[in-house]
């Protein structure tokens, strides 16, 4: 590969100057496929956890909290402003996102000379595994799936085309910032992915260190409420590697061939091979290193294992055009092919979806492996068991009586589920909910739910167990089995005792 110096340097490999055309009408299809799939199925089920959560966050807008920045929150938020309190309508957001990210991959296959077959593969990815379930509930992972899919995009511009795409790589990492830092770990990824296969030479780029002013000032305010809060990310990331370090190291290297599948693998991992051996696409090159270095850096930190997926689904669409090549040299290959996309497509959707009935997951191994099912069921169960435990309580105890839930799914449930009973004031020590405060002096009778009686009871002259969780139709979530416990007299003032609540998880 050659490097002419001019002004505004260019990729003068053959091929790469002019990308295939852009296969508009299919990748519509695909995109709006995925999207009416995800809007039949989005009144399923039922919130999840991390929703409940972003819609008590978001009710007190910010630049931003101990466990994230703002995006998703308000995003949530914006739901309801806009459409009311209904599930389909915070899922909304996860359908664009999903539809977005289908044509931004088929975009990025494109620009890696992926012909009208290959972006149309590379799409039809965003139907799989994690993705799809990214689409259908509202996360953090939701937006980052596809902030990092246009990153990427304009990254690979930068590198194979014209160098100011760097000042669009800087302006959406900016952006980026304000759902999650974790934008930065790819880059950092990449960015050792240059200095070991190169093109070292655009390291120095002025149009790279335009984008990183760039991304500096538009993600400012997002930076410094994390310099002004002593960097609250970091201690999430410390307290997530503490409780879920081990197992997220366990799966991380199984869950990267179930990313998008495992019956689709071999394309992403053909995506790796092409990005690192064709001569035309040695300018991105980094992209398969810093996937390798990708892994490394969440194994060494403890991160989640879906924390590769935007790099995932990038390399899949540099698979895409090499796996077209191979199914169009016989027919048994794409009917072997259309098998195992099709068995991957059921698998992904049974996973992803709330297709089956509630009463039937036990008996499936769906909710054991997807926590986006499980932690989706049973909060209207819970509140209801919350409110007989307080209704059954003396009325001189309810005087002076308060709700403390272990976590934030707990308090975002009775939060939206508990307008019905007459409930006490609900708090929570986890993450941004201790901030909030807690019980008011005088609080003599507290209501705990998920605590164990041994956490609790050295802290106040008495605590029973007033009953169990039980959701009723045996799906393994937190809450399942877990018991709420009744506790009086505190023997510490309330300025001192919050304190011992607080946790980040």
């Not at 197992?247 to 998008?260: D, G, N």
């Not at 499980?374 to 209207?380: H, N, Q, R, Y």
């Not at 507290?446 to 029973?464: H, K, N, R, T």
Request: glycine letters at 10%; charged letters at 15%; one cysteine or more.
């Amino acid at each position: 590969m050659r490097w002419r110096s001019a002004r505004v340097c260019r990729v003068t490999t053959r091929g790469t100057d002019h990308p295939p055309p852009i296969a508009w009408g299919p990748i519509g299809a695909v995109a709006a496929a995925v999207a009416v799939v995800l809007v039949a199925t989005s009144n399923g089920y039922g919130y999840h956890r991390d929703e409940l959560y972003f819609l008590r966050l978001g009710a007190r807008p910010a630049w931003g909290y101990v466990d994230q920045p703002p995006a998703t929150p308000l995003l949530a938020r914006g739901t309801q402003v806009l459409f009311g309190d209904h599930l389909w309508a915070l899922h909304l957001p996860g359908v664009l996102i999903l539809a977005a990210t289908a044509i931004l991959t088929a975009l990025l296959a494109r620009e890696l000379n992926g012909g009208r077959a290959a972006q149309v593969l590379a799409s039809a990815a965003t139907a799989t595994a994690f993705p799809l379930t990214f689409g259908h509930v509202l996360l953090t992972a939701s937006l980052d799936l596809v902030l990092t899919a246009a990153v990427l995009l304009v990254l690979a511009k930068a590198l194979l085309r014209d160098p100011r795409w760097w000042l669009a790589t800087g302006a959406l990492v900016g952006l980026t910032l304000y759902n999650k830092q974790l934008v930065t770990l790819t880059l950092i990824a990449v960015g050792i992915g240059l200095l070991v296969v190169g093109p070292r030479r655009v390291l120095v780029s002025p149009w790279l260190w335009g984008g990183v002013l760039l991304a500096v000032g538009i993600g400012a305010p997002n930076i410094i409420y994390q310099v002004t809060h002593d960097w609250p990310q970091v201690t999430m990331a410390r307290a997530i590697e503490r409780t879920d370090g081990t197992t997220s190291r366990i799966t991380l290297l199984p869950l990267q061939l179930a990313m998008v599948g495992v019956f689709l693998a071999p394309v992403w991992i053909a995506g790796i091979v092409r990005v690192l051996r064709d001569r035309e696409l040695r300018p991105v090159r980094a992209f398969a290193v810093g996937y390798f270095v990708l892994v490394v850096l969440v194994f060494v930190t403890g991160g989640q294992p879906y924390y590769t997926a935007g790099m995932v689904l990038a390399l899949f669409a540099a698979g895409a055009e090499p796996t077209v090549g191979w199914l169009r040299r016989g027919s048994w290959r794409r009917i072997g092919f259309g098998v195992a996309f099709a068995l991957n497509l059921v698998v992904s959707a049974l996973i992803a979806l709330p297709l089956l009935p509630v009463s039937t997951l036990a008996k499936t191994p769906i909710a054991d492996t997807s926590q986006a099912v499980s932690d989706s069921i049973g909060w209207p169960v819970y509140v209801r068991q919350i409110a007989e435990v307080y209704d059954g309580l003396p009325a001189t105890d309810k005087q002076n009586a308060a709700i403390i839930t272990a976590n934030y799914g707990e308090e975002g449930a009775l939060a939206r589920f508990g307008g019905s009973y007459d409930l006490p004031p609900v708090y929570s020590g986890q993450n941004e909910l201790w901030f909030r405060g807690g019980p008011l002096e005088g609080t003599d009778v507290i209501e705990f739910v998920g605590y164990d009686l041994a956490d609790v009871s050295p802290s106040f002259a008495s605590c029973a167990k007033a009953r169990d969780l039980d959701n009723g139709v045996d799906i393994p979530n937190e809450e399942q089995e877990n018991y709420v416990t009744v506790c009086r007299d505190p023997n510490q003032p309330w300025s001192s005792l919050w304190r011992r609540f607080q946790h980040y998880s």
